[in-house]
């Protein structure tokens, strides 16, 4: 029997030629390090359902992102976690809040590391939603709230409560252009409230600081798979859920529609959250608009992999690379991963 001319294995054989072949490729240049600072804290307080992950102190965030930046990860993407929230996330346009404060240590004692800033109020406001919630009382229940050592009470509508998208707007810009006036490189909107993106941008241009990038989270859908990063935040919602403002996960279509929305507003990178499950989505951002495109390797998948791994059915190492490289493959030029220290650390 004659073979055809084409043998795939002639290249796969060989391990020299596999590699000079190999048409995806991970390097840490491409790789962005969440991390998690909160307010009042000294030291680690360890996520247990991010294993290996924690909430840092000033301190503690200073060490890891010198840690970060020596492992070869260019970039941090930072969640601030504030000592008291109320219902309009007041804290996160404090200039003297926990990511001005941040940022300013970070430029000090930090050279060469890029910062990311989440912009948005879910780790802000006390419901725990990502924008100005009007709660009415009209079929509504009472409900009571842990704030510190005291419960506060709040009314919650049994059946719906509404986001006021153009108020949150308002608010969105200012912890942009206070985020950025403390010297965050770059801002990232997460809410997903229409036009926020153009709002920020308005914002950011008539402060003088239209040199400042928006990392837009384009296309946001509304997963399971944040758990983990809720808990480590301290942002889950104390009533309801997002799916009136974060996509549909059956929706593809629609990604197309928010990406060229954010990117006819100002955006200048793009992203795609979550990733593993939504490479599908990535390819097609990637093949339709061309633009820079981000995937969120987020808490959920993070997590499932650990947890494989600290039962012995999988080869930790090996998945969380074949994980990573996977979303570039599908198209992401930026990924942000809980691992990223740890890839750039093996590939240095």
């Known amino acids: ?48 359902s991010l294993p290996g992950q924690a909430q840092l102190g000033l301190e503690e965030l200073l060490a890891e992102a010198r840690s970060v930046r020596d492992a070869g990860v260019p970039a941090v993407l930072l969640f601030g976690i504030p000592s008291k929230k109320d219902a309009e996330g007041s804290a996160a346009t404090d200039p ?61 509508p049994r059946s719906a409560f509404r986001i006021d998208n153009d108020a949150t707007l308002e608010r969105l810009a200012e912890v942009a252009v206070v985020c950025a006036e403390a010297g965050a490189d770059m801002v990232a909107p997460s809410d997903m409230m229409d036009g926020r ?95 820079p495109v981000a995937a969120y390797n987020v808490s959920g998948e993070y997590a499932m992999v650990e947890a494989a791994a600290a039962n012995g059915w999988i080869d930790r190492e090996a998945v969380i690379h074949e994980t990573l490289t996977s979303l570039r493959r599908a198209g992401a030029d930026i990924i942000i991963s809980y691992w990223a220290r740890e890839v750039a650390e093996r590939a240095g």
Request: aromatic share 8%.
């Open 1 to 48: 029997m004659a073979f055809p001319e084409y043998r795939g294995r002639r290249l796969r054989d060989h391990a020299v030629f596999r590699e000079m072949v190999a048409e995806t490729s991970l390097e840490p240049r491409r790789l962005v390090q969440p991390l998690f600072v909160k307010e009042g804290l000294k030291g680690r307080n360890p996520i247990p």
């Open 96 to 156: 003297d809040g926990i990511i001005p404060q941040s940022l300013r240590a970070l430029k000090a004692d930090v050279e060469d590391l890029a910062v990311i800033v989440d912009v948005c109020l879910c780790e802000y406001t006390d419901h725990g939603h990502c924008g100005i919630v009007e709660l009415g009382t009209r079929n509504s229940e009472l409900g009571t709230k842990k704030q510190g050592s005291e419960r506060r009470s709040f009314r919650v």
């Open 197 to 291: 993106v153009g709002a920020i941008r308005r914002a950011l241009d008539a402060a003088d600081l239209a040199h400042v990038p928006i990392m837009s989270y384009a296309a946001k859908y509304a997963s399971h798979f944040y758990g983990p990063f809720r808990d480590a935040a301290e942002s889950a919602p104390e009533f309801g859920d997002r799916r009136g403002y974060q996509m549909d996960f059956r929706n593809s279509e629609e990604a197309l529609r928010e990406v060229a929305a954010d990117l006819e507003e100002g955006a200048d990178i793009v992203m795609v959250k979550p990733a593993l499950a939504y490479g599908d989505i990535i390819r097609r951002v990637k093949d339709e608009f061309g633009a």
